[in-house]
């Protein structure tokens, strides 16, 4: 367990999945406040409901990642609350698989723009107070299919974005006690793991050298270790949680 006491956290996609298993983790080491961003309000109020049934200690916040002023309004509510974020995760992001040549513009254009341009519109947001305040942990969900993946040229370029652009941050914000890192998962038990047929599924799990795939707790644990003071002088990297997947 870490001591997140006094931190004010920001999840985006954080309705479910990833998200939520993040949001949960935060809340059970101790962090004042964790603002939930997703698209749908219902979605953002039951989270909220089961992570925090007195509803003390999380903030449901409608947000479009990919609209920059979306991500501005959502993200004053926070300022205008607390003053500040000390903990950004980026974790919202879609899919819309196609090969190459049959994969629209839209199509592109899309994952993009939620999966790449919407971590930057976060990042930006919170970067002058995190510098002012002289502490702040930038995370982003990258993904294995950052390496190349048939079928994912969108996602996997936009993925192969957060990489360069963590490690970019990264060398402009150290000096200002700011981390920034990424990590890297493989196959992971989402809802997006649930919609694909079991024997499908299991060829993906003999390609994985544990021979399973991952829990969302696991990325969870890993989110907050790099968010914690003992993760202090990691910074630029990408971290795969894939049971040895490449």
């Known amino acids: 367990m870490y001591n997140f006491n006094g931190r004010i956290v920001a999840v985006t996609g954080a309705a479910r999945g990833l998200g939520f298993a993040m949001s949960e983790r935060f809340l059970q080491d101790g962090a004042t406040c964790v603002a939930l961003l997703d698209l749908k309000q219902e979605s953002l109020d039951a989270a909220c409901k089961q992570l925090d049934p007195e509803g ?3 903030i449901p916040i409608v947000c479009d990642v990919g609209d920059n002023s979306s991500v501005e309004q959502a993200f004053a509510k926070v300022f205008a609350q607390f003053g500040k974020v000390d903990i950004l995760v980026n974790n919202a992001g879609i899919t819309s698989d196609s090969f190459a040549a049959k994969m629209t513009a839209e199509q592109f254009d899309k994952v993009v723009q939620i999966s790449l341009n919407g971590a930057f519109y976060c990042t930006r947001q919170v970067i002058t107070t995190m510098a002012a305040n002289g502490w702040g942990r930038i995370i982003s969900l990258s993904s294995v299919s950052a390496e190349g993946n048939p079928g994912q040229t969108n996602y996997s370029a936009a993925k192969a974005g ?6 970019t941050l990264s ?9 920034v890192n990424c990590i890297a998962p493989g ?3 989402t809802d997006i793991i649930k919609t ?8 993906f799990v003999e390609k994985v050298p544990a021979r399973r795939i991952g829990e969302p707790k696991e990325v969870a644990n890993l989110v907050a270790f790099l968010a914690s003071d003992e993760a202090a002088y990691i910074s630029g990297a990408c971290i795969k949680i894939s049971g040895g997947l490449h």
Not at 162 to 167: A, D, L, N, Q
Not at 171 to 179: F, G, P, Q, S, W
Not at 196 to 203: A, D, H, M, N, V
Request: aromatic share 4%; no cysteine; proline share 3%.
């Open 171 to 179: 060398d402009e914000l150290a000096r200002k006690n700011i981390t």
């Open 187 to 189: 196959y992971i038990n």
């Open 162 to 167: 957060i990489i360069g652009m963590t490690r």
């Open 56 to 58: 003390t200690r999380t």
């Open 196 to 203: 694909i047929p079991k024997e499908l599924l299991q060829t």
